[in-house]
């Protein structure tokens, strides 16, 4: 016979523990900022200075307005910050894109807990997600950094509790609240994409689990799809605007053929990130969690709704697929995995009989901590984070021989290789008005077929992911740099300034 449809109109359970974990987490996320502003870390990686250039760029540039919101990264982070780094203290140090991620880091830890809650009952196994959440030193350092991560992995964590919440009680406001913060998500890093997606599969699933009506199911799951669908074509028309491509997909890296086109080699790099950044524990326990949820969603018809805490593996599927492309390894991109071990681990941990889960949470968390532990020097994303620092001291050197700043000559740079230094450069008193880059549409294009018209300064990258596009076009064209001398060098940047004699008789 056919298994009858189950209706599950139960509210989930709740508790205040989720709410004391995630305040507990913010308190802990600032004491971590501390320690690592203290080590000299909160800005050593580069896409923490690049994060805060671009904030800063709407308003502080030679053409302001919305078109400097850029097309490469996604927005959101970047337009919550766009006020606050116009501070120049807070743009120097990084502290308001570290308070967002400080908040941030509170929401993922609230609602990774309340997520095993409502979807166990168990108030340990919360504890033990959030515990295996706040005490990643990965996480950790993220939290303390002006990066983009932690927003991310707050609004996945929150739009995922919410729709696991609105299918296990019927509640379509809910559902619509959830896709909203998917949606916000998709807006901050590109691992949401996925996520969501894996959400929109597993509310088709679970509501023709739960009533045996796929095309009800595919209803219900295609209009709650609209409300992230409108934010990326939303995306998708600001960067046919900025940029003039309805999507920029290479340009900004050199294909590594070492990932290139293999599959195989490519998923190992994902699990090999993942043991990496979160332990060899909690990398196998991720794992038999997959497997343990997806039996019981399976067997048991009134599980229908726990496919949703299945769409955290959509975080792997980003970066496979970028190594598959060529991408060079970056070991941040399995950070969302990571996360989603944690989580996952925690509510297969809720699942087991009431007996056992004290014993397995002690060995779980034992193991964690035996391979990893908070603050640790050698955590791979405080290594990851100071790749830059030797090349950031030598550039000291181009720094010294800059013109004073307000000097009133421009000088040319790409933001997309530089933008990282155009924040060092503040320190020294530098606006990024004083630079002619790619945000200045139609005058950079000029700029690039006569530099010696507009600028006297020029800025090259020349030795990462094979040069900027300034070296490639002197490459390409000897005459590019006729009229400009070789000044200084350091830490892969030249700088050129225009001889005056030799751009006259040119």
Known sequence: MTEPPVEIIAEPPRSPLALRIGALAAVWGILAAIVYFRAGLTLSHYDARGHLVVARRVIDNLTPGWLQIGAVWLPLPHLLNMLPVQVDVLYRTGASGVAISIASFGLLAY?????????????????????LVVSNPNLLYLQSTPMTEPLLLGLCALGLVLLYEGLAARNEKRMCAAFVALALACLTRYEAWPITGAAIVAVALAEWRRHARPIAAIVTATRLALIPLVAILWFFVHSKATVGAWFVTGGFYVPDPMYEGKIATSLGAVWWGIRQLGSETLARAGFVSVVGLTVLWFLRRREAPLVVTLAWLGAMALPWYAFYEGHPLRIRYMVPSVTAAAVLTGIALGKLPRSWRGPVAVLLLAGVWWQTRPFD???????EAQWDRPRSAARRDVTRCMPEPGHGDLVMASMGSLAHYMQELSASGYELRDFLHEGNGALWIAALN?????????????????????????RENPRFLSGFTRVCEGGGVALYRKDLELANRK
């Open 111 to 131: 609602s990774a807990a309340r997520l095993v809650m409502s979807s166990t009952g168990s108030g340990l196994a919360a504890a033990v997600a959030g515990v």
């Open 377 to 383: 020097d050698h955590a791979a994303m405080v290594l």
């Open 450 to 474: 006569g530099p010696e018209r507009y600028v006297r300064w020029m800025l090259i990258e020349e030795v990462a992911e094979g040069g900027d596009m300034l070296a490639e076009r002197a």
